[in-house]
């Protein structure tokens, strides 16, 4: 048996326990002291300071949400204020996560002491203790890997956190940053996700439902796992019931069944389009306002979807629609393919670059025009060897392999012929019109050396955004507006053409007349209003396009197939201007055509020879009305070419229609003027040949042609040598780089050009 302690015993333990007392007592004031001190100076997270992530939500002009595009964290992400989250759900994820939220500094030493005696019965790690400053303060801070010193990291941080933000806001960051599963962040993402609302329409179940998915958001996922996502409600609502966060009441009103779940599918109602808004600006996040009007664009979408099924045996695999404002160049409509999911559907018909056709010819005569080079009514060449003199080694066709000889501007042009526009493209300059297409917006993938003077006939490679954008400035009195994708950018208009210019050509986009010999009357061009409108077809049949003005709006198709595969033989006129109609049927519900051109407007009208393009007279076989800018009307009248003899009206044209009206496609009866004299037709003075490294010298010669009294065979000499007739008659010299003196001698007489080959 133990003796009891003596006095003197019990005084030295009773010294010594208060000595301990002390030391423990300023341990614990050193250690609240250290950790106050700390607390004060300890960094918060950075990326606490920064906004919560957020995913991109695009709205149409009208405010209509129609896209959500993921982050790389967040499939769904949008923060909202906690009077937007509702009643709920706060107050139950409170309950749940931190019933001492409101009354603590940031640690609840109430709750670690309970976390620290159930770890210590279970022998493992069942509770943190942490607060919700604690879990903002850890779920915003990068981490590699558990370390021992990262809970005194994050209670001294949430002590911080909670001298500096007020308690409502810790409550919102934390919510707005929490993952309720299947990468849903936050309420609103959670609640749309899975219920289908709005938080703040969340009911009791409905709110305890989400607040119990955070603490697993795998575990309790809601769509892969429902059984543990309604255990887990049921737990939550026992917890919330223990706490006094939920009366009886309202339990028993509950029950234990888990609210019934929807599956939101995020919208996507213009995929192509939001494709390019994300490839523009990759770091673009939370609502946005776009141009798209989305009733236009599922319009849209649906008559693409359709043509293209229905076209699919003519070879038309796909097809691309775009729909502008005239007036500020928002893209209205932007469908980039017939089906986004289906193969290559991802492509983006109206950001590739295709080969044009001759949807570029509008913007060369706007520049004729403008210029004074040419009026909608003089006559060019329709001619086989109409721009030869120009360009030697370019033989272009027309798309029906005929040549009309003589034709007026507005046919050439309403008609889509070829040989007209190279010829007027000499008059222009390529340089300064790949130049001038680069003002009205076009942006080609090469330069000019790559297209030569096919550049107007389906060498270069527009965007059918570009193409829309530009013809918006021929509708628009020259203005380009340029294209829009976001509310908030810039109008970028410009001016690049007169309105009267512009007018012009498209009163003669406007003419169905004009176009018959191309198109036959009613064709899907023949709109009931006056609509300005342009077809093109590139070589081989692999790009088919229509482009057209109403008032307000411009429509651009591309037709075709996106690996270049040629359509069988499908033309523009059936592979695209049909997509085309339908759309502009669809606008001009609500929308009207472009007015009608009135005199004083800068413009002049005049009554001019059908044929000739001249002042008419009487044996002018038709006379029709056309514009001119002032000053250039014609003076000279019709009787130059037109001229009775016997009785019958005879045409008679100039001598560059001389192999022409001898052929088999001269269905005027022309005849040609007869010689005065001896004339060198080609090569013209001063004429610039350029020989060609890929191609033999064999096949580089330079036509000679004169003008000689009938019956009179000329003889030629190239720098002093001999060039011999070939069979039929034409006359060739093999080109050899130098100065060269041709000369020609016919009937006592001799003429003689100067020209360079290099």
């Not at 940031?106 to 942490?130: E, F, M, T």
């Not at 329709?382 to 003589?406: H, K, M, S």
């Not at 093999?734 to 060269?740: D, V």
């Amino acid at each position: 048996m133990t003796p009891p302690p003596t006095p003197s015993r019990l005084r030295r333990l009773r010294r010594l326990a208060a000595r301990a007392a002390r030391l423990a007592l300023g341990a614990a004031v050193a250690l609240l002291l250290g950790a106050y001190i700390a607390s004060r100076c300890i960094q918060l997270p950075e990326a606490l300071l920064q906004p919560p992530d957020t995913t991109l939500t695009l709205e149409d002009r009208s405010g209509r949400e129609f896209a959500v595009v993921a982050s790389r964290r967040a499939r769904e992400a949008e923060a909202v204020t906690l009077a937007e989250m509702g009643r709920w759900l706060p107050q139950v994820t409170v309950g749940l996560e931190d019933r001492n939220f409101w009354t603590h500094n940031g640690v609840d030493a109430w709750a670690l002491g309970g976390a620290l005696r159930r770890n210590l019965c279970a022998w493992r790690v069942i509770s943190g203790g942490s607060t919700i400053a604690q879990q903002l303060i850890k779920n915003t801070r990068p981490r590699t890997g558990w370390r021992w010193y990262d809970k005194g990291y994050e209670a001294l941080a949430a002590l911080q956190l909670t001298r500096t933000w007020p308690k409502e806001r810790i409550l919102e960051e934390y919510l707005n940053r929490i993952d309720y599963g299947n990468r849903r962040v936050g309420p609103r993402a959670a609640a749309r996700a899975y219920f289908g609302k709005e938080p703040a329409d969340l009911t009791v179940a409905e709110a305890v439902f989400l607040a119990g998915l955070p603490q697993s958001p795998t575990r309790f996922n809601p769509w892969s796992r429902p059984g543990n996502a309604a255990v887990r409600y049921r737990r939550s609502l026992a917890v919330l019931g223990q706490r006094g966060v939920l009366d009886a009441a309202t339990l028993a009103a509950l029950g234990g069944e888990a609210p019934a779940l929807v599956r939101r599918r995020l919208p996507n109602g213009a995929p192509h389009f939001v494709d390019a808004v994300v490839a523009r600006w990759p770091q673009l996040r939370g609502r946005v306002r776009t141009t798209i009007d989305l009733p236009l664009q599922k319009t849209v979408a649906a008559l693409v979807s359709d043509h293209v099924r229905r076209l699919g045996g003519l070879g038309v695999g796909q097809a691309a629609v775009v729909v502008i404002d005239n007036r500020d160049g928002a893209v209205l409509a932007m469908v980039g393919s017939g089906d986004y999911a289906g193969p290559d559907g991802e492509i983006n018909g109206a950001l590739l670059p295709r080969s044009g056709g001759s949807v570029l010819k509008p913007f060369l005569y706007v520049e004729a025009i403008e210029r004074k080079l040419l009026t909608a009514a003089s006559v060019l060449p329709d001619t086989p060897d109409a721009i030869r003199a120009e360009y030697v080694d370019y033989d272009p066709q027309n798309f029906d392999e005929r040549y009309l000889g003589p034709v007026r501007v507005r046919e050439a042009l309403a008609s889509s012929l070829n040989v007209p526009a190279v010829y007027t493209l000499s008059r222009v300059g390529a340089r300064a019109f790949f130049g001038r297409l680069q003002e009205w917006g076009f942006r080609f993938p090469r330069g000019l050396h790559e297209y030569g003077a096919g550049l107007i006939l389906g060498n270069a490679e527009p965007r059918l955004v570009d193409l829309a954008a530009a013809f918006a400035g021929i509708a628009s009195g020259g203005r380009v507006p340029g294209w829009r994708l976001l509310e908030a950018e810039p109008e970028l208009g410009r001016v690049v053409a007169t309105p009267e210019a512009t007018a012009i050509v498209a009163d003669i986009l406007c003419d169905d007349d004009a176009r018959r010999r191309a198109f036959g009357r009613g064709s899907p061009l023949a709109t009931p209003v006056r609509v300005p409108c342009k077809t093109g077809t590139s070589s081989a049949f692999r790009d088919a396009w229509t482009v057209g003005s109403t008032a307000q709006h411009t429509v651009a198709v591309w037709a075709g197939n996106f690996d270049g595969r040629p359509m069988d033989g499908t033309a523009s006129i059936v592979a695209a201007a049909p997509l085309w109609r339908a759309v502009v049927d669809e606008l001009l519900e609500t929308d009207t055509g472009v007015p009608s051109l009135a005199e004083g407007a800068g413009l002049v009208a005049r009554e001019v020879c059908r044929l000739t393009g001249r002042r008419p007279t009487a044996e002018s076989p038709g006379v029709v009305a056309e514009w001119f800018l002032p000053g250039t009307e014609p003076a000279e009248t019709a009787a130059a070419w037109l001229g009775t003899r016997a009785g019958r009206m005879v045409i008679t044209l100039p001598h560059e229609y001389e192999a022409w009206c001898a052929g088999s496609q001269n269905h005027l009866g022309a005849v040609v003027e007869p010689a005065d004299g001896l004339a060198i037709r080609r090569p013209s003075a001063g004429a610039v040949y350029v020989l060609d490294p890929a191609l033999p010298r064999s096949q580089q010669m330079v036509p000679l042609e004169a003008a000689v009294p009938p019956g009179v065979v000329p003889e030629w000499t190239v720098n002093g040598r001999p060039v011999a007739a070939q069979p039929g008659g034409a006359c060739l010299w093999p080109m050899e780089p130098g100065e060269c003196v041709a000369v020609v001698m016919a009937a006592d007489q001799s003429a003689e050009v100067h020209f360079r080959v290099r």
